[in-house]
Every structure is written in structure tokens, then in C-alpha cells.
């Protein structure tokens, strides 16, 4: 897996040395979960082009995002997704599980192939957060043993996480919680 300076992001990307790292760190856990999971190759790609992809606005100004999104209401922060999945399929991307990822890993969908529920635990579980460290490293080494009980508990840990720190929690959040609990 590249390391964050040679990872290859699109040329709209707008990132940061923080984020790009952040990425990374993403990918490599993918590749982590794919290799034990023994994903054939095109899995295995997609899964890297949704890390690759997943933050690559996220350091993109709020015009920018709500221009690309059409969205003009939704936290900017939590645009990013959905901006990146528009510039993804304009770009040609025609791999639905790979630009549905994109678009959701914020908030989760129910709909999502694994590609999704993969980046979404990646994006959560990944080393480089400061919180949970104990626990999210347990549950990102369960992923390759089970990936349905792993889905689970991040999906509970990141609703028990926006609670903790005043956060609402988004209908789709909800609808993918109820799908999987």
C-alpha cells in the first residue's frame, strides 16, 4: 500500500498533509482486510478507489461542496461525500458500490454493498484516530473473521460516539442502524 505521499488521488482532490495521511492510513487498512479476507482483485480494487476517493473534498471549500452536492441546506461537513460521488461519476466511474461508498460513508446507507460497510468501519477504525484505541483496534481485527458482527459494533460505536458529543443523528444513520441491528 502507498504511503501517504505517493498515494494517487485525483486531480480535483482537495486534501491536506493531515487528510492525505488520513487516506492512507484508510487504504491500508482495506488492503489489510482484503488480503485476509482473500477478496478477488476488482473487490480488492474497488475498495482501494473507495479510500482513495472517500476524502477527497473534504478539505474543499463550503461553495465548492454545495455547488458540487446541489445541496443547500445539509452541514457542509458532511458534504464532502456526497460532492466527491458527483465529480467521481462525472469523471466516468460507473462502479455503483464504489460511488455509493463515497457518497455515504459519513452517515452509512442500508443499501450499501460491502464496498460501503467496508470504507465506513476503514474511515472509523483506522489507527490514526486518538479515540477508542483499544477497542476500534479489536473490532478492525475482527472485520476479516466477521464482517457482519464487526459492521455491527461500528455501526453502534459511531451512533454511541455522535450522541457523547451532542451530535444529531442523521435518518440514514438511523434507517442503517435498524437494518442491521
Same mark, same amino acid.
Not at 473534498?57 to 457542509?76: E, H, K, M, N, V
Not at 481485527?141 to 451512533?159: G, L, M, Q
Given at each position: 500500500?502507498?504511503?501517504?505521499?505517493?498515494?494517487?488521488?485525483?486531480?480535483?482532490?482537495?486534501?491536506?498533509?493531515?487528510?492525505?495521511?488520513?487516506?492512507?492510513?484508510?487504504?491500508?487498512?482495506?488492503?489489510?482486510?482484503?488480503?485476509?479476507?482473500?477478496?478477488?482483485?476488482?473487490?480488492?480494487?474497488?475498495?482501494?478507489?473507495?479510500?482513495?476517493?472517500?476524502?477527497?473534498?473534504?478539505?474543499?471549500?463550503?461553495?465548492?461542496?454545495?455547488?458540487?452536492?446541489?445541496?443547500? $441546506? $445539509?452541514?457542509?461537513?458532511?458534504?464532502?461525500?456526497?460532492?466527491?460521488?458527483?465529480?467521481?461519476?462525472?469523471?466516468?466511474?460507473?462502479?455503483?458500490?464504489?460511488?455509493?461508498?463515497?457518497?455515504?460513508? $459519513?452517515?452509512?446507507?442500508?443499501?450499501?454493498?460491502?464496498?460501503?460497510?467496508?470504507?465506513?468501519?476503514?474511515?472509523?477504525?483506522?489507527?490514526?484516530?486518538?479515540?477508542?484505541?483499544?477497542? #476500534?483496534?479489536?473490532?478492525?481485527?475482527?472485520?476479516?473473521?466477521?464482517?457482519?458482527?464487526?459492521?455491527?459494533?461500528?455501526? #453502534?460505536?459511531?451512533?454511541?460516539?455522535?450522541?457523547?458529543?451532542?451530535?444529531?443523528?442523521?435518518?440514514?444513520?438511523?434507517?442503517?442502524?435498524?437494518?442491521?441491528?
Amino acid at each position: 500500500m502507498p504511503d501517504a505521499d505517493s498515494i494517487e488521488l485525483p486531480a480535483w482532490a482537495v486534501v491536506s498533509p493531515r487528510r492525505r495521511a488520513h487516506i492512507a492510513r484508510v487504504a491500508a487498512l482495506l488492503d489489510r482486510w482484503a488480503a485476509a479476507m482473500q477478496l478477488d482483485a476488482a473487490e480488492r480494487a474497488a475498495w482501494q478507489d473507495a479510500a482513495r476517493y472517500h476524502d477527497a473534498l473534504r478539505d474543499a471549500p463550503d461553495d465548492i461542496l454545495r455547488q458540487l452536492s446541489g445541496d443547500s $441546506t $445539509t452541514p457542509t461537513a458532511i458534504l464532502h461525500g456526497p460532492a466527491a460521488a458527483v465529480r467521481l461519476a462525472a469523471d466516468g466511474e460507473r462502479r455503483a458500490d464504489v460511488i455509493a461508498a463515497v457518497r455515504w460513508h $459519513t452517515l452509512g446507507r442500508a443499501e450499501w454493498a460491502r464496498c460501503g460497510r467496508a470504507l465506513y468501519m476503514a474511515d472509523f477504525l483506522e489507527p490514526g484516530r486518538r479515540f477508542d484505541r483499544e477497542l #476500534r483496534a479489536a473490532i478492525a481485527d475482527e472485520v476479516p473473521h466477521d464482517f457482519d458482527r464487526a459492521f455491527r459494533r461500528v455501526v #453502534r460505536a459511531r451512533i454511541e460516539w455522535a450522541l457523547r458529543e451532542g451530535k444529531g443523528i442523521h435518518g440514514e444513520t438511523v434507517r442503517l442502524w435498524d437494518a442491521v441491528r
